[in-house]
């Protein structure tokens, strides 16, 4: 029986064993940090002091949360 590759904690980093062995010290340090995507359009000072997110009308979030369907 085959091994999941979910159990293998190496399973995203790099294949070169030098370069994985950088991503995998990279990781250590700032897996247990919040995520803060860029893609999220949000004003980082929003995520900091937990202040409502703020939604624009006609923004994509806005239609979104919306939506009846």
Known sequence: MSQ??????DRL???D????????????RV???PI???HGHVDA???????PFPIRPRS???RTTTSPG
């Open 17 to 28: 064993p030098g370069t994985r062995s950088i991503a995998r010290s990279l990781l250590e």
């Open 31 to 33: 897996q247990d940090l």
């Open 13 to 15: 980093l790099p294949a």
């Open 36 to 38: 803060i995507s860029p």
């Open 45 to 51: 000072a929003v995520i900091e002091h937990n202040t």
């Open 60 to 62: 994509w979030s806005a």
């Open 4 to 9: 999941s590759i979910a159990a293998n904690p």
